[in-house]
């Protein structure tokens, strides 16, 4: 996953004049701090939520693999980590709604390509218990719903009386 938010009011003329200030000093500036400890933070929960889907996504293919095995289509679905899926989908959206692929490096794009194999494997596997549980279900259409942002459906539909 991919955002780093900063803090807002960041380019506001007086903390650029701190800044210029701080930096002509040999020090940094506290917004630098702060910012670089945003980020540290997020990465920390970014890798945190990556853990727990990846977790959740091997239960899954475990739970598939055996059912497959054994014709054994009894086994429960283990509880969602709703708070993970609904983290990794939201922040994955964001990144693909502002993207601008020229202005990104490479880490951020390798990260944002990871993201999405990921969610694509998320949805690929919630499918599979998706008729049987609604939180499945609604994880597994939010989910869809991020793919199809990269590949989205033909503008060019034609309504039927417009081919008269």
Not at 127 to 134: E, L, V
């Amino acid at each position: 996953m991919t955002s780093n938010h900063g803090s807002a009011g960041a380019n506001n003329e007086s903390g650029d004049a701190k800044k210029s200030s701080d930096k002509q000093g040999g020090g940094e500036s506290k917004e630098d701090k702060e910012k670089a400890t945003s980020t540290a933070e997020e990465d920390v929960e970014n890798a945190r939520i990556s853990d727990d889907v990846d977790c959740f996504l091997a239960i899954l293919l475990s739970l598939k693999q055996n059912d497959h095995d054994h014709n054994n289509n009894d086994q429960h679905p283990p509880d969602i980590p709703q708070s993970s899926i609904d983290k990794l989908l939201s922040t994955v959206e964001l990144d693909l709604t502002k993207c601008e692929f020229e202005n990104k490096s490479d880490k951020w794009f390798v990260s944002l390509l990871d993201a999405v194999d990921r969610v694509d494997k998320l949805s690929t596997a919630l499918s599979a218990f998706s008729s049987s549980n609604d939180d499945y279900r609604n994880a597994a259409d939010h989910s869809s719903s991020v793919l199809t942002f990269l590949n989205p459906p033909s503008t060019n539909y034609c309504p039927p009386w417009n081919s008269i």
